[in-house]
Antibody
């Protein structure tokens, strides 16, 4: 059974940092690109970042470029998102997603709240 | 103007067909893109439904019923998700997505209500 389990969310003050993790199982993690997608409360989906299977290619949405860093550890079947200089508008549920069609599998999400 | 525009809502009766559109911004040709579709029910993560570029380049998500299908309307520069034989369980938000200019772009989403 495919599982993606996010962790690391929580309440942080503006300007603060958080590191999200996503533990993958049930599929060949190292073969596929992985992604982070977020959803602000009551809003639609917003792509955040993507990383290729070997970390050779990395992409970011303009809204997070320069503040967020995506990485992965294929030996640990894990995906990460380091989030710095957080803003109120970064408040959202953050999902990790991946698979052969890029977003086949999704985790349940982790809530990040940026507030003073 | 958003890259991908979807109607905010759509209502239909059980058993009817629902056609959800995903219109690409002027200047972006729908014919060159794979369009991905996702379903999201309240309180749950999105689920992958299918992708469609052409009849020779399409893929159904694992376990997704065949009553969900994709197509394109080139004259409208739009991707289409067709749901045939609507069921109450199809009530959800639906999002389209493309890969454009080194970024994934999601549509604005359509809320489908089954009356």
């Amino acid at each position: 059974e495919v599982q993606l389990v996010e962790s690391g969310g929580g309440l942080v003050k503006p300007g603060g940092s958080l590191r999200l993790s996503c533990a993958a199982s049930g599929f060949t993690f190292s073969s596929y690109s992985m992604n982070w997608v977020r959803q602000a409360p009551g809003k639609g989906l917003e792509w955040v970042s993507s990383i290729s299977s070997s970390s050779s290619y990395i992409y970011y949405a303009d809204s997070v470029k320069g503040r967020f860093t995506i990485s992965r550890d294929n030996a640990k079947n894990s995906l990460y998102l380091q989030m710095n200089s957080l803003r109120a508008e970064d408040t959202a549920v953050y999902y990790c997603a991946g698979g052969p069609n890029y977003f086949d599998y999704w985790g349940q999400g982790t809530l990040v709240t940026v507030s003073s | 103007q958003a890259v991908l525009t979807q109607p905010s809502s759509l209502s239909a009766s059980p058993g009817a067909s629902a056609s959800l559109t995903c219109t690409l911004r002027s200047g972006i040709n729908v014919g060159t893109y794979r369009i991905y579709w996702y379903q999201q029910k309240p309180g749950s993560p999105p689920q992958y439904l299918l992708r469609y570029k052409s009849d020779s380049d399409k893929q159904q998500g694992s376990g997704v019923p065949s009553r969900f299908s994709g197509s394109k309307d080139a004259s409208a520069n739009a991707g289409i998700l067709l749901i045939s034989g609507l069921q109450s369980e199809d009530e959800a938000d639906y999002y389209c997505m493309i890969w454009h200019s080194s970024a994934y772009v999601f549509g604005t989403g359509t809320k489908v209500t089954v009356l």
